[in-house]
């Protein structure tokens, strides 16, 4: 029992404390599942002993605070909490208890994004703005009116000819991801700490002394709620968002009418599929009832309404400990630093490794071995580190002065970009990285030639230079690793393969600076063949409309090079294709067509049906815009397919697309 009571005392305190770091000082120390699970935890533990609750504690009430630097301003009605959850099962209990008390009547529901901002409250007198207020705590705000009427999200006066006497919009004040990280550019280059996120980013910009900082900051608002009205009534949430746009406040397109459990997890799932490609950050949705009237009936717990409920997404930020920076020698050279971490469960995977970016982010971020860190996974990247929670170190980690590989000198060029060398050409550690860029995917596309094949053959002495790989033959597979017969026969034909690859493969993979994927198709579609690229110059290079100063640079310097001649001839001597196949197959139906691929395909890989496409003249690119010819769709298409429909751009699925291609291709290809 004494030790449930100090559990209980103890996440009290801890609860307070992130409560102050996160709504008064904009720099929160733990991720906001981790928080949620704190305040669980609580709720929980009081729920089962009652005897430990306490009225003033953090489960009860609004968390935030007023702070006394702004004039207070108390809340006509309270501005209250949403309840959440991150689990499906808690929405199929909500809804059930819902529907139980409104006796089986079909209840209509409206699916909001819930983004990542600050919310604030805006009275309207006469149809002007008169007051703009943070929550708070609920009950008494600040008045940070300057600050609100910087935001261009909000209108000065309401665009209705006849505006209810007086009314109170509550919504929510953010940053977009674009702003967020200009943002933190420039705080770093004015010597200041970067926003952990965008929502602390819209905090900062918002509770500002001087209204001309907030200004700069490009905020924008979006209406959720209402607070008093006095001269006018709705019946639902629809009605009331509708309103807010006939006011001329901006509304979130995703906004969504549902009448089933079914459309709200079918919504969910659309959702979490795009957030990523949201220029704001969502942290969930919001599922309300969209009737008044069946709200009334529902109610409110003392913090939040029972009518609502937030489904928050996994989370994107977790803290842990940094247990060692691992210093790696990348192909050109590069040394990058990378983060070992704990491991920690993190958006539905185990993360045990973070990038670091270079040794001028470590510095700035004060990072070392044994700091405890708030990592952050946003989209499909690989996770970063955001700051240090606790230092458990002396200053910060520095960059090696011998490369880890060859124990060369380590060499810092300024002028180029913020990175240390090893300028050491036979460094084992840059041919490793080479062999491995070489052989990939992307690039030759050795099947088969995977990273520890790589190391068992370096191992082995058998590879010295790059075109030792096709001189391998089945006998130095034999005996390696994992290898019978049948797995060395099919790494001996897909080396056979490989050398068949086109030209802009070719140039891909021997990894010239600045030239990507894209780069190196252009080149090769340019000039055909290696010679003619030997024999261009730097104004042959320059005329190509894509490439620019810097690039045409590199390319002279990089083919001028005797040993990138050596590598060729070598090459050359093994049997490698140096010749671009000619793509144009004219009277082909997607030549110069615009595709754009979302949703899951059935029977294609994405990279699949784009190679097809491309193999046929088209091109592929990411987003959707008037130049688009053709969206093909898979499953589960969301916001994509609705701007396809927008702008009358045609829509094909994969039976259509096979019929498109022909019978032929869709056996060779797929
Ligand atoms: S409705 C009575 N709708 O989330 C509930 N809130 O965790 C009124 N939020 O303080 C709020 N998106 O600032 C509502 N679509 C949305 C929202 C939203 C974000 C914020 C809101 C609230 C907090 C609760």
Redesign the pocket.
């Known amino acids: 029992m004494e030790d449930i009571s100090k559990r209980i005392t103890y996440l009290r305190k801890e609860i307070e404390r992130h409560n102050d770091l996160y709504y008064d000082k904009n720099n929160p120390e733990i991720s906001d599942s981790e928080y949620d699970n704190l305040v669980k935890e609580l709720e929980r533990l009081e729920n089962e002993n009652p005897l430990f609750a306490l009225s003033n504690s953090p489960t009860r009430k609004v968390s935030g605070f007023a702070s006394s630097s702004f004039a207070q301003i108390k809340h006509q009605m309270p501005?209250?909490?949403?309840d959440?959850t991150y689990s499906k099962e808690e929405i199929i209990k909500w809804y059930d208890r819902i529907a139980k008390k409104l006796s089986g009547n079909k209840i209509e529901f409206v699916i909001?994004?819930?983004?990542d901002g600050l919310?604030a409250s805006l009275t309207y007198i006469n149809g002007i703005l008169t007051i703009g207020a943070t929550?708070g705590d609920g009950q008494i705000g600040e008045d940070i009116t300057e600050n609100i009427k910087t935001i261009k999200d909000i209108p000065h006066r309401v665009q209705i000819k006849y505006p209810p006497l007086m009314f109170e919009i509550?919504g929510?004040v953010y940053v977009n991801k674009t702003d967020f990280e200009n943002l933190n550019k420039l705080m770093l280059e004015n010597g200041q700490q970067k926003f952990a996120n965008p929502r602390n980013a819209a905090a900062g910009s918002l509770r500002q002394k001087n209204p001309y900082i907030t200004s700069l900051r490009n905020l924008h608002f979006f209406a959720?709620?209402f607070g008093k009205i006095d001269g006018k009534s709705f019946e639902s949430q629809s009605e009331f968002l509708k309103f807010c746009k006939e006011c001329g406040f901006c509304l979130q397109d995703d906004l969504k009418q549902v009448s089933s459990l079914d459309e709200i997890f079918k919504f969910i799932d659309i959702a979490l599929n795009e957030r990523d490609l949201l220029n704001y950050e969502i942290d969930g949705l919001?599922i309300k009832v969209d009737n008044f009237l069946k709200q009334k009936d529902l109610g409110y717990t003392n913090k939040?309404?029972r009518w609502?409920i937030?489904f928050k997404f996994p989370a994107k930020q977790a803290t842990t400990k940094l247990n060692k920076i691992r210093v790696e020698v990348g192909r050109t050279g590069i040394i990058t630093p990378s983060a070992i971490l704990d491991p920690v469960a993190l958006a539905g995977v185990t993360i045990s490794h973070a990038t670091l970016h270079n040794f001028e982010e470590i510095e700035r971020l004060n990072i070392n071995e044994s700091d405890i860190v708030l990592i952050e996974r946003a989209g499909d990247v690989i996770p970063k580190i955001v700051k240090v929670v606790t230092k458990n170190s002396e200053g910060f980690f520095k960059a090696p002065k011998i490369c880890p590989s060859c124990n060369s000198d380590i060499v810092k060029k300024k002028e180029e970009e913020v990175a240390y060398r090893c300028i050491n050409p036979d460094c084992p550690a840059q041919f490793r990285r080479h062999l491995i860029h070489f052989v990939s995917r992307d690039a030759m596309d050795i099947e088969g030639f995977g990273i520890s094949l790589i190391d068992q053959l370096l191992k082995a002495n058998k590879l010295h230079v790059i075109s030792d790989i096709y001189r391998l033959t089945f006998d130095d597979f034999i005996g390696l690793d994992l290898f019978k017969e049948k797995k060395a026969n099919n790494i001996v034909k897909s080396i056979v393969l490989s050398k068949s690859r086109p030209l802009s493969k070719l140039i891909f993979a021997l990894g010239i600076r600045h030239v990507g994927e894209k780069g190196s198709e252009i080149i090769a579609e340019r000039f055909n063949t290696i010679d003619a690229i030997f024999d261009a110059s730097l104004e042959d290079f320059k005329k190509i409309p894509e490439i620019g100063e810097v690039l045409a640079i590199s390319l002279r310097d990089f083919f001028r090079n005797p040993s990138v001649c050596k590598v060729i001839d070598t090459l050359k001597a093994v049997g490698v294709n140096m010749v671009e196949p000619n793509k144009e197959k004219s009277g082909s139906i997607f030549n110069n067509k615009v595709f754009v691929l979302t949703g899951e395909l059935d029977n294609y890989a994405r990279d699949s049906a784009s190679e097809i496409i491309k193999s046929l003249g088209g091109k592929i690119t990411s987003s959707i815009s008037k130049k688009t010819d053709y969206v093909l769709v898979g499953k589960n298409a969301g916001l994509k397919l609705q701007k396809a429909k927008e702008l009358n751009i045609k829509v094909i699925d994969e039976i259509e697309f096979d019929k498109l291609i022909g019978e032929e291709n869709v056996n060779l290809q797929r």
């Open positions: 501005m209250l909490s949403l959440n909001e994004p819930k983004i919310s929550r509550r929510e959720h709620s919001v939040s309404p609502a937030a």
